[in-house]
């Protein structure tokens, strides 16, 4: 995954934002629509796009294109700081591979230790009932 050219093949569009903000909101176009063609990228190679069709699936439009909007500041170019590095952490999340877990048997001594504990508390909470006067 080369950063700087997936950089090159992102696609900005600046919309007017919704919500508070008064006469501000109306003249400025200040919301940021990040779009990234997952198909089409030549930075990615194919293994890394079949990883990332399924991780994102619930993400992806049906031509295989992530949108992303970021309209939490009133300026532009902070949204559209904030969208890259979004983009960035979400493709770098998905495409982290999970270590494979190795089944491991508990010890002796902890299988001991937990039989012991567990008389413990059963006799705690048998003494703990009324005595059977029959």
Known sequence: MNIETILKELN????RSSGAGGQHVNKT??????????????????????????????????ENILI???EETRSQHRNKDLAIKRFLVLLKMNLIRPKKRRPTKPSKNSVK??????????????LRKKPNLD
């Open 29 to 62: 176009s200040s919301k940021i629509e990040l779009t990234f063609d997952l198909e089409n990228s030549n930075s990615l190679s194919d293994n890394e796009k079949e990883i990332l069709k399924t991780k994102l699936s619930h993400k992806l439009t049906k």
């Open 12 to 15: 900005f569009k600046a919309i």
């Open 68 to 70: 992303l909007f970021c």
């Open 113 to 126: 230790r937990k039989a012991e504990s567990k008389k413990r508390v059963s006799l705690k909470k048998v």
